[in-house]
């Protein structure tokens, strides 16, 4: 819907149909303000009429609004819509006590915010996990089921729905109220954008309806239409402003402008689809749920069906491939959901994914334009990735002008040389990358590519690894300059600060590279010290290009807001090779704190002909639940630098990281070591795993002297002989059940 000074929305014209009289019924099913009122001029308004009609108006708009975002179908025109918020406005602004926090003005817009604030998502939102091929949708089905134990007798329905490509957003309701909106982020940590969404008209400020619990986060996609987008980039072209790359870049920076009135005047939609915390739900089923949704005023997709096979999920899957083209607004695939919430509940996550829903992509588009050139980028830990710079070309609607040649046996492979005209993809409709070369267009005098042996940035020799269990080179070359190679070190402080790690607003890339080449930073530490240099210094910071006063005093405080951290990000931020977000919380909830991981790491022995299997301190780590020896061997050559040892001394001296946020840890397994062996007979070895994890146990994979519990079925052998060595306790699969209850 369109604010009263907007021109009329290029989608598509509403009826031209009059205003109901005052017998009528309005759009939302409220009756329609007394005709009589409606005839007076606000100045001649009464302040018990004028409350009167500012309800009678807000129920109408709210109805038209409902009417056009959401079924499609309006009503009235739109100098006739523009008719009521004006004078909607005009009797607030005579009668200022009407105007409430749930005003309807402010949909439209709200004074600037100097920047966004974070909200801690209380149910992460992760990301789902991809497929592509009907196969492996299949083996997703199958994967279910087999964790289920289900042995195909038992029914197993899922849903399905189109994926949109657009921008996920959380919007929590606190006794049926908008009360905060913010987006994904990194699915544990998203942007305020409360005051923004506020303008988008399709997305209720207020909910109702008997099944409304206290507490509900609605979680959906905000995006834009085609339509929509095309006239936005018009409107944009005509006012001499850059077009936008795509509909999903639209909606993202429609959504996280800081001033909501611009967000306001950008058509912006939302579909709901799923939900994060919630006091209690209203279905027991995902398409129950979705229904109410609906019900309480929410956009739901048409499309959502569901499907009792992974034959039937295909086949809508292609179903709604073949509609893509005629839906209005882009998606890139479909899905897979299980459909019962208990089983969601048992089948648990995955790293950053649940094990009961899954994204089946559409296939990547494709097109083809020229190689000019191929640069090799040095990464932060020291990888040579090549990168084919390309003629710049239009790929699924967004211009490419780069892709990745991954490593210098793919250019061998491939035969890819400069000038070569190749065909180029976005893998999953995002990273773009060279598929094949058209060598009858081949230009004359091409060479094969030389893949360098120096370090571009640096100097240094690069080499590839040879793993010494298999004899094979590693497909990467790394450069061997370490911490004296620049392009690392830039590159491993930009890790640092990054959404997953630190999460510093306003030290990006550019900063950090600024901050580096000024000299400013050149090791972690140095961040949280350079408030205070910053103050002895002749040259100052507020001083510099592009800096100010404010821009620095706004730095400093995101710093300082960063000396507390969580202690698995902490480990992350580090860099160690193999340590990625996963690893780092299965490595801090095993040991808690740094200090005991470098203990552990400087005590641990690597495999050796004397010691095959190394020393307790080795098999311990080995012995977590997905850290085997390659992680194992990483985290101990970090520590064994005397380097490293120095930065992450210095780092803790100014940052403490806190422990990590523990599950349900009021059960009685909480914090305790668990070994799982043996065939259980009431759920699988992986439902096992994830319901101590859920309980806040730590899993590990053998057995050691500081195991605590080891739960044995039928057939445990050596696990159990070891346990009762080291007079570990040993209970049966009933026993575990009557112990967490």
């Avoid at 708009?61 to 309006?74: E, F, T």
């Avoid at 402080?493 to 600024?514: M, P, T």
Wanted: proline share 5%; charged share 25%.
């Amino acid at each position: 819907m369109t604010a009263p000074s907007d021109p009329p929305s290029p989608r598509k014209p509403r009826s031209t149909r009059k205003p109901k009289a005052a017998t009528e019924v309005a759009a939302d099913g409220a009756a329609a303000p007394d005709a009589a009122a409606r005839d007076i001029a606000v100045a001649g308004l009464s302040a018990a009429q004028a409350k009167a009609e500012h309800g009678a108006l807000a129920a109408e708009i709210a109805g038209h609004d409902r009417a056009y975002y959401q079924k499609d179908a309006p009503v009235i025109s739109d100098a006739d819509y523009d008719a009521l918020r004006r004078r909607y406005e005009e009797i607030e602004a005579r009668f200022p006590k009407l105007k409430g926090a749930d005003s309807l003005s402010e949909k439209v817009g709200a004074a600037p915010s100097e920047k966004f604030g974070k909200v801690i998502h209380q149910v992460p939102m992760l990301s789902l996990a991809n497929c592509f091929s009907d196969t492996e949708v299949e083996e997703f089905v199958a994967r279910v089921r087999r964790f289920l134990a289900f042995d195909g007798g038992e029914e197993l329905v899922f849903t399905s729905e189109p994926k949109i490509d657009g921008l996920s957003c959380s919007l929590r309701y606190v006794e049926s109220q908008l009360a905060v909106a913010a987006t994904r982020g990194d699915g544990a940590e998203g942007e305020d954008v409360t005051a923004n969404v506020r303008t988008i008209a399709c997305i209720p400020n207020e909910i109702s309806g008997a099944d409304v619990p206290d507490i509900i986060d609605v979680r959906g996609e905000i995006y834009m239409a085609g339509a929509d987008f095309e006239a936005l980039n018009e409107r944009q072209a005509a006012a001499g402003k850059p077009l936008f790359a795509n509909p999903r870049n639209a909606a993202a920076g429609s959504l996280r402008q800081l001033d909501p009135s611009i967000t306001a005047s950008r058509p912006l939609k939302f579909f709901a689809y799923a939900w994060g915390e919630a006091s209690s739900l209203p279905a027991d089923t995902q398409f129950g749920v979705v229904e109410a949704f609906a019900r309480w005023g929410f956009a739901t997709n048409p499309h959502m069906r569901m499907a009792a096979s992974a034959a039937e999920l295909v086949a809508q899957y292609h179903a709604i491939e073949e509609e893509r083209a005629r839906l209005g607004y882009d998606i890139d695939g479909v899905v897979y959901k299980v459909n019962r919430i208990d089983l969601q509940r048992r089948l648990g996550f995955i790293s950053r994914s649940p094990r009961w829903a899954i994204a089946h992509k559409f296939p990547a588009e494709q097109a083809f334009t020229q190689l000019e050139d191929i640069e090799i980028q040095v990464g932060r830990t020291g990888a040579l990735t090549p990168v084919a710079k390309l003629t710049p070309v239009t790929v699924g609607g967004v211009v490419v002008s780069s892709a990745t040649l991954h490593n210098e046996d793919e250019i061998a492979r491939k035969d890819v040389r400069i000038g070569d005209t190749v065909v180029v993809q976005r893998a999953g409709d995002v990273i773009p990358q060279v598929v094949r070369v058209v060598e009858e267009k081949r230009p004359a005098g091409a060479v094969p590519f030389q893949f360098p042996h120096l370090c571009p940035a640096c100097g240094s020799h690069a080499v590839r690894e040879v793993d010494p269990k298999t004899g094979k080179e590693d497909a990467v070359r790394r450069c061997t300059g370490g911490l004296i190679c620049p392009a690392q070190m830039v590159e491993r402080l930009r890790h640092f600060v990054s959404r997953n790690a630190f999460d510093i607003e306003g030290l990006g890339e550019k900063q950090v590279e600024a901050f580096y080449d000024w000299g400013l930073i050149a090791s972690p530490a140095d961040i949280f010290t350079l408030e205070e240099r910053n103050a002895r210094s002749l040259q100052r910071l507020e001083n510099r290009e592009g800096w100010g006063k404010t821009s620095a005093q706004n730095l400093f405080s995101a710093i300082a807001s960063r000396r507390n951290v969580a202690v698995d990000r902490f480990v992350f931020a580090l860099g160690i090779r193999h340590v990625g977000e996963t690893n780092a919380k299965r490595l801090m909830r095993h040991y808690g704190t740094v200090e005991a991981l470098e203990e552990a790491a400087l005590a641990a022995v690597m495999p050796s002909d004397t010691h095959p299997k190394g020393n307790e301190a080795w098999l311990e780590m080995t012995g977590i639940d997905g850290i085997g020896g390659v992680v194992a061997e990483a985290v101990v050559e970090f520590f064994e630098e005397p380097n490293n040892r120095e930065v992450v001394a210095a780092l803790l001296k100014e940052v403490t990281p806190e422990p990590m946020e523990q599950v349900a840890s009021e059960s009685p397994v909480a914090g305790k070591t668990v070994v799982f062996t043996g065939s259980l007979e009431k759920m699988t070895r992986e439902e096992a795993k994830a319901m101590a994890e859920r309980l806040g146990a730590k899993v590990a994979g053998s057995v050691s002297a500081k195991t605590d519990l080891v739960v044995a079925g039928p057939g445990a052998g050596s696990k159990l002989e070891k346990a009762r060595t080291l007079g570990v306790s040993v209970i049966t699969e009933d026993e575990w059940f009557a112990l967490v209850g």
